[in-house]
């Protein structure tokens, strides 16, 4: 009885810290990345090993958290992207789709996940992308130099972007946020971030055909801005929220039409980090991709994307070989010369006929 008891309270509280506290939402994912139904609590500094498990990689340290199921060996998603909002600890997402508390909000990168996929990929082109617009902090490497280089990066430069045709000023209801406010703007520029990203996606759909999987992280602080300034009482905050939220939904149906839904979106939602995260930024000049990975950083052997099928078919096609060996060794060494083969059979005729 008491032991009920206890499972009920759990229950009761994971279930109060996913609607009250900070939160991870799975707005995309494809059909063998399988995200079960239940308010695990995961803590903020697994989500990196959390995005690569997602995209097939192996981590350091085994992933002890039920929602995310075993998926498929011989298949994994073309791309994650995981976009960090600050200022509030949930957003009205549809009711169907998978949403998990946070718990222990550090600050956390993606770092160790694009270093993988340099490692593994380093003779292939794949994207990765991490961007911080409200702090100038950018790191691109592969293909993310060529499709992304118009890409706005610096408040300045997306400032810019704002005053041009077909900004989100002019596209988007924004009702009471003003355009002469600096918060508003911040907000506002991280939204166009948003959009600028989604058309350029959709001017290289030949990303998705690269063999290297592609990596996107952002970091929106926009909102956060809102509720220092105006509060979550009061009608900024309301239409600034909406606005992300149709942003995010738009952002995340166009990277899985771009990689023909194998793709995978997390949106995770901070009031706020538990401790500052200091990174130093680099700009879109200095991120270099390295043409020869080889001995002076100590990298391991290179291997394709293929490498797990390819591994799959000569492991077992040798233990098929093996068994069939054995069987056969087996049979001939209990065979009967004369019962068993036709070749003496048609000898022993031979001689009884001469």
Not at 38 to 45: C, F, K, L, N
Not at 130 to 148: C, D, H, I, K, W
Request: aromatic fraction near 10%; hydrophobic fraction near 45%.
């Amino acid at each position: 009885m008491n032991r009920a008891i206890i499972n009920t309270v759990f229950a009761l509280l994971g279930l109060l810290s996913g609607v009250l506290g900070d939160s991870l939402t799975v707005l995309r994912s494809p059909q063998y990345v399988t995200f079960r139904d239940g308010q695990w609590p995961i803590s903020g500094e697994k989500i990196p090993d959390l995005v690569a498990l997602t995209m097939g990689f192996s981590i350091h340290e085994d992933l002890d958290w039920p929602g995310l199921a075993a998926g498929w060996l011989f298949q994994r998603p073309r791309a994650n992207a995981l976009i960090v909002v600050r200022g509030l600890d949930s957003l009205d997402f549809p009711k169907n789709i998978s949403c998990y508390p946070l718990e222990n909000p550090v600050p956390f990168t993606l770092d160790s996940v694009a270093n993988t996929v340099h490692t593994l990929f380093a003779d292939s082109t794949p994207v990765v992308l991490q961007l911080a617009p409200s702090e100038e902090r950018l790191y691109m490497m592969g293909m993310a130099n060529t499709v992304f280089e118009d890409l706005p990066v610096t408040l300045q430069q997306i400032r810019g972007r704002l005053s041009q045709d077909g900004s989100v000023l002019t596209s988007l209801p924004l009702v009471s946020l003003s355009r002469n406010n600096e918060a508003d703007l911040l907000f506002l520029s991280e939204v166009q971030v948003l959009y600028d990203i989604s058309a350029l996606l959709q001017k290289h759909k030949h990303l998705a055909k690269d063999p290297a999987p592609d990596l996107y992280s952002l970091e929106l602080a926009g909102l956060e801005e809102i509720v220092r300034r105006y509060g979550t009482d009061s009608p900024q905050f309301t239409d600034a929220t909406r606005i992300l939220t149709s942003a995010l939904q738009k952002f995340a149906d166009d990277v899985a039409n771009v990689y023909a839904n194998n793709a995978v979106v997390e949106v995770v939602t901070v009031k706020t980090f538990e401790a500052p995260l200091t990174r130093k930024s680099r700009s879109i000049l200095e991120s270099k991709q390295i043409s020869n990975p080889g001995s002076p950083y100590n990298l391991a052997y290179k291997y394709d994307y293929d490498y797990a099928v390819v591994f799959n078919i000569v492991l077992w096609l040798m233990i098929v070989l093996a068994l069939s060996v054995i069987v056969i060794s087996y049979n001939l060494w209990n065979m009967d010369p004369g019962y068993d083969s036709i070749i003496y059979r048609m000898t022993n005729q031979k001689i009884r006929m001469d």
